[in-house]
């Protein structure tokens, strides 16, 4: 029993590594330089959700921002070393969200 838990875990370390964590993967949807944060703010009639987004690259970012509370898309642009605030829904009455954004690095 022992020896096959010991070959089991073996090939496992092998497989995982060999399956390339790379492959066939979409590329990131932030650069590594591209940071975000969520919050929802009282505001008396409900919730404002804002979405900050801090670029700490060395070129603009092309974002594309949306939640689960609303879908709809809003792009941005936020300059090299600036950051942007978006409020993407205003008075809700939910105190959390979820966030999709998505950067790309201007050429």
Avoid at 63 to 82: G, H, I
Avoid at 83 to 93: C, M
Wanted: aromatic share 8%; charged share 20%.
């Amino acid at each position: 029993m022992r020896k096959w838990w010991s070959s089991f875990g073996f090939a496992l370390a092998l497989a995982g590594p060999a399956a390339g964590a790379d492959a066939g993967a979409p590329p990131p949807a932030l650069p590594p330089c591209v940071k975000v944060q969520t919050q929802a703010i009282f505001s008396g009639a409900g919730y404002n959700h804002v979405v900050s987004i801090d670029n700490g690259c060395t070129r603009a970012a092309d974002c594309e921002v949306s939640t689960d509370v609303a879908p709809e898309k809003l792009a941005v642009t936020v300059p090299t070393r600036e950051s942007r605030d978006l409020v993407t829904f205003r008075g809700s009455p939910a105190s959390e969200f979820k966030a999709t954004v998505k950067c790309a690095l201007k050429q």
